[in-house]
């Protein structure tokens, strides 16, 4: 069974970077295709982006181009989201999310979220 | 970018009731479609894959209709444990959710 264990809560100044792992257990990462999606206080989901496995390439939306910077550690089984000049706006619960059995059409598991404040 | 639009915003139901929220794809998107339900503090849970197809170990009661633009999700009978945000998500080109219908019990 896929478990996905976040690192804990990050605050961080304007204009730093955070970066948050996830922990894969059960299943080996190059078997899944990773996905972020995050969650501002009060507001919905957001999709950041993910591994395309048709491509083989990391994709991300269009609004985090540029500064989103998703990687994995095969070694590890950790994926790692990186985000740059954070902003007030960046306040929100970050979430690792994937398909069991390497699905990349729907996630069905998803990490325990890292909270990210991004305060003066 | 597909832009996925939910209605209502909200909802108020009884105990009981036949519960329905739509979700209007910008484009086409043939049945690339799924649900989630995420309670307060969670994180989302799956429901219904590719428009209609039930995630293993989820009530009957919840289901999911539509192909192209409109979809429509159902809860037949409204049970307290129910009460959540559900959001709908299309993967026909990238991923976007919809902005999530708040489920109140009345």
């Known amino acids: 069974q896929v478990q996905l264990v976040q690192s804990g809560a990050e605050v961080k100044k304007p204009g730093a970077s955070v970066k948050v792992s996830c922990k894969v257990s059960?299943?080996?990462?190059?078997?899944?295709?990773m996905h972020w999606v995050r969650q501002a206080p009060g507001k919905g989901l957001e999709w950041m982006g993910g591994?395309?496995?048709?491509?083989?390439?990391?994709i991300y939306a269009q609004k985090f181009q540029g500064r989103v910077t998703m990687t994995e550690d095969t070694s590890t089984d950790t994926a790692y989201m990186e985000l740059s000049s954070l902003r007030s706006e960046d306040t929100a619960v970050y979430y690792c999310?994937?398909?069991?059995?390497?699905?990349?059409?729907?996630?069905?598991?998803w990490g325990q979220g890292t909270m990210v404040t991004v305060s003066s | 970018d597909i832009q996925m639009t939910q209605s209502p915003s909200s909802l108020s139901a009884s105990v009981g009731d036949r519960v329905t929220i739509t979700c209007q794809a910008s484009?086409?998107?043939?049945?690339?479609l799924n649900w989630y339900q995420q309670k307060p503090g969670k994180a989302p849970k799956l429901l219904i894959y590719?428009?209609?197809n039930l995630e293993t170990g989820v009530p009957s009661r919840f289901s999911g209709s539509g192909s192209g633009t409109d979809f429509t999700f159902t809860i037949s009978s409204l049970q307290p444990e129910d009460i959540a945000t559900y959001y709908c998500?299309?993967?026909?080109?990238?991923?976007?959710f919809g902005q999530g219908t708040k489920l109140e019990i009345k």
């Open positions: 059960g299943y080996t990462l190059t078997e899944l295709s």
């Open positions: 998500q299309q993967y026909d080109n990238l991923y976007t």
């Open positions: 591994f395309d496995p048709e491509d083989g390439e990391t």
């Open positions: 484009q086409d998107i043939s049945n690339y």
């Open positions: 590719d428009a209609s």
């Open positions: 999310a994937t398909g069991a059995s390497g699905s990349y059409t729907y996630f069905d598991i």
